[in-house]
């Protein structure tokens, strides 16, 4: 073997291809199963992410405010990498790459720096800060290192810097969002509460959601309703921004303005139950109005109730439009459902999400059949089998709490299904499999502009069903004999 100067390289073992044949057919079977079953101290392919990830999505989701991770450099550009390889947009954030002197003497003369940098340089209406592993190991206390570098005038008095603890050790991107957005409404609407004042504004928490088409529809469904919504991290133009030779650091997010004043909102929603949880509770603490808590509105289901809350805490009736759109959902359904029904799926993805993939493959009389829960508690996991329960094609599901790909794959090697709903980390899973993967999560870094098309909503329900049902028919023409092979499908 020659290396890429020509020169031979001698392997460090050597294996017949008899033994490699022998490894890849075994690891297909019962007994290898049953040994990964058993696996306790290693995590291979766990999918979800860090923390401080999650916290980076939410800093992006505000006008004018940029990122600013306390810790390392190298975690900085992996989230950064990932949210530019999923939206294929650029993801403005700055680190105070702390290195070894940091990690022995603590971060705070990296983040004074860093802040006073990055303010100069960039003039951001906000920096929202966020911590890496390194910071959290050696017990860095943000808010006296935030504080002094007030008292120090490294930072401009009236300059919000909402900061969130986000170690990597714990949790996932989920809770990292959760902890970043519940700092980012502390600090914007702290002192902004007005007795008696009511913006007339219907607030959302999305949740850590990486599809701007999801937000654009959010946006589409307020419009329809003739009413004036307020999305609580508004990625939309941010990770969508239009190509015009203009080059903008901070395109789009929610007002601050805005967002300061939602606290005396008429009503606030999340569709983030678990990936906003803490915010959430403190929002039910603290904002003037209804708050409610509800399902993403993946599906029909959730799409109805989604909608009949906007209508009874708005007093606007539900519009003829979305009605419209909902029998044309329907239909659509109706229309497509042999080609789904009974066909059994491998799932996995954030808990919000998760739980609305399985309740749109119920309403299609598919069948989530393997079901992963990787990061999610014993609560999440009760939830996704009571939602099981609720329907026949539940009967099937098994639920895999806090297994990850690997196990995903024994699974699908051994009692096989049709296809996965899943993101892109599923792929090697899929090809192994010989079954199609749908990527409705994050991060989808192998195809274009699937952050661009709504999966919530009626019209969303309209996408993933068109999604899955011409791919099961392009299996069909790709596999059937010529006899079968008909123009009529
Ligand atoms: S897990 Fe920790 S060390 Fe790894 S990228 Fe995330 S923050 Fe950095």
Same mark, same amino acid.
């Given at each position: 073997?020659?290396?890429?100067?020509?020169?031979? &390289?001698?392997?460090?073992?050597?294996?017949?291809?008899?033994?490699?044949?022998?490894?890849?057919?075994?690891?297909?079977?019962?007994?290898?199963?049953?040994?990964?079953?058993?696996?306790?101290?290693? &995590?291979?392919?766990?999918?979800?992410?860090?923390?401080?990830?999650?916290?980076?999505?939410?800093?992006?989701?505000?006008?004018?405010?940029?990122?600013? %991770?306390?810790?390392?450099?190298?975690?900085?550009?992996?989230?950064?990498?990932? *949210?530019?390889?999923?939206?294929?947009?650029?993801?403005?954030?700055?680190?105070?790459?702390?290195?070894?002197?940091?990690?022995?003497?603590?971060?705070?003369?990296? #983040?004074?720096?860093?802040?006073?940098?990055?303010?100069?340089?960039?003039?951001?209406?906000?920096?929202?800060?966020?911590?890496?592993?390194?910071?959290?190991?050696?017990?860095?206390?943000?808010? /006296?290192?935030?504080?002094?570098?007030?008292?120090?005038?490294?930072?401009?008095?009236?300059?919000?810097?909402?900061?969130?603890?986000?170690?990597?050790?714990?949790?996932? $991107?989920?809770?990292?969002?959760?902890?970043?957005?519940?700092?980012?409404?502390?600090?914007?609407?702290?002192?902004?509460?007005?007795?008696?004042?009511?913006?007339?504004? *219907?607030?959302?928490?999305?949740?850590?959601?990486?599809?701007?088409?999801? +937000?654009?529809?959010?946006?589409?469904?307020?419009?329809? +309703?003739?009413?004036?919504?307020?999305?609580?991290?508004?990625?939309?133009?941010?990770?969508?921004?239009? *190509?015009?030779?203009?080059?903008?650091?901070?395109?789009?997010?929610?007002?601050?303005?805005?967002?300061?004043?939602?606290?005396?909102?008429?009503?606030?929603?999340?569709?983030?139950?678990?990936?906003?949880?803490?915010?959430?509770?403190?929002? =039910?603490?603290?904002?003037?109005?209804?708050?409610?808590?509800?399902?993403?509105?993946?599906?029909?289901?959730?799409?109805?109730? +989604? #909608?009949?809350?906007?209508?009874?805490?708005?007093?606007?009736? &539900?519009?003829?439009?979305?009605?419209?759109?909902?029998?044309?959902?329907?239909?659509?359904?109706?229309?497509? $459902?042999?080609?789904?029904?009974?066909?059994?799926?491998?799932?996995?993805?954030?808990?919000?999400?998760?739980?609305?993939?399985? /309740?749109?493959?119920?309403?299609?009389?598919?069948?989530?059949?393997? %079901? #992963?829960?990787?990061?999610?508690?014993?609560?999440?996991?009760? =939830?996704?089998?009571?939602? *099981?329960? /609720?329907?026949?094609?539940?009967?099937?599901?098994?639920?895999?709490?806090?297994?990850?790909?690997?196990?995903?794959?024994?699974?699908?090697?051994?009692?096989? &299904?049709?296809?996965?709903?899943?993101?892109?980390?599923?792929?090697?899973?899929?090809?192994?499999?010989?079954?199609?993967?749908?990527?409705?999560?994050?991060?989808? +870094?192998?195809?274009?502009?699937? $952050?661009?098309?709504?999966?919530?909503?009626?019209?969303?329900?309209?996408?993933?069903?068109?999604?899955?049902?011409?791919?099961?028919?392009?299996?069909?023409? =790709?596999?059937?004999?010529?006899?079968?092979?008909?123009?009529?499908?």
């Amino acid at each position: 073997m020659a290396n890429n100067l020509g020169l031979a &390289v001698k392997p460090v073992t050597e294996t017949p291809e008899s033994e490699k044949k022998r490894v890849a057919e075994w690891i297909n079977t019962e007994e290898y199963k049953e040994l990964n079953f058993k696996r306790e101290a290693l &995590v291979v392919m766990p999918p979800h992410t860090c923390q401080p990830l999650g916290a980076e999505l939410v800093a992006h989701a505000f006008e004018g405010s940029l990122p600013f %991770v306390h810790g390392s450099q190298g975690c900085a550009s992996y989230y950064r990498s990932t *949210l530019n390889r999923h939206f294929r947009e650029p993801a403005p954030a700055v680190s105070d790459s702390m290195t070894e002197d940091g990690a022995v003497f603590g971060g705070q003369n990296n #983040l004074h720096e860093g802040l006073e940098n990055c303010i100069a340089l960039y003039k951001p209406k906000m920096v929202s800060v966020f911590t890496s592993c390194m910071p959290e190991i050696i017990g860095d206390d943000l808010t /006296s290192f935030i504080k002094n570098a007030r008292n120090a005038g490294l930072v401009p008095e009236e300059m919000p810097v909402p900061y969130a603890n986000t170690p990597s050790f714990n949790g996932s $991107h989920i809770h990292g969002y959760d902890a970043m957005l519940l700092s980012i409404l502390q600090t914007l609407t702290d002192g902004k509460k007005v007795e008696g004042r009511c913006t007339g504004k *219907l607030n959302l928490i999305p949740g850590f959601d990486a599809n701007t088409g999801n +937000f654009r529809e959010y946006k589409r469904i307020f419009s329809e +309703f003739g009413i004036e919504g307020l999305i609580l991290g508004d990625i939309s133009d941010v990770f969508d921004s239009p *190509l015009d030779g203009e080059y903008r650091t901070y395109p789009g997010g929610t007002p601050l303005e805005d967002a300061a004043d939602s606290i005396n909102g008429k009503a606030t929603i999340t569709v983030g139950p678990r990936s906003s949880a803490k915010t959430f509770k403190w929002v =039910e603490d603290n904002y003037a109005g209804t708050n409610e808590s509800m399902p993403m509105p993946l599906g029909i289901a959730n799409t109805d109730a +989604f #909608l009949m809350k906007i209508a009874e805490l708005t007093g606007h009736e &539900v519009p003829e439009s979305l009605k419209a759109e909902r029998g044309r959902a329907v239909d659509a359904m109706t229309d497509a $459902h042999q080609y789904i029904h009974g066909k059994k799926f491998a799932v996995y993805g954030d808990p919000d999400q998760l739980m609305g993939y399985i /309740s749109f493959l119920l309403e299609m009389g598919a069948v989530p059949y393997h %079901v #992963l829960i990787n990061k999610g508690t014993k609560k999440v996991a009760k =939830e996704v089998q009571a939602l *099981l329960d /609720s329907s026949p094609y539940g009967a099937k599901a098994t639920i895999y709490h806090k297994h990850d790909l690997w196990h995903l794959r024994s699974l699908l090697m051994t009692d096989p &299904v049709d296809a996965i709903i899943g993101d892109t980390h599923g792929k090697g899973l899929a090809r192994d499999a010989g079954i199609p993967l749908f990527r409705f999560g994050f991060p989808i +870094f192998d195809r274009v502009n699937l $952050h661009r098309r709504p999966i919530i909503g009626y019209q969303g329900a309209i996408n993933m069903l068109t999604e899955i049902c011409n791919k099961f028919l392009d299996i069909t023409d =790709e596999t059937c004999d010529e006899r079968h092979f008909e123009i009529m499908r």
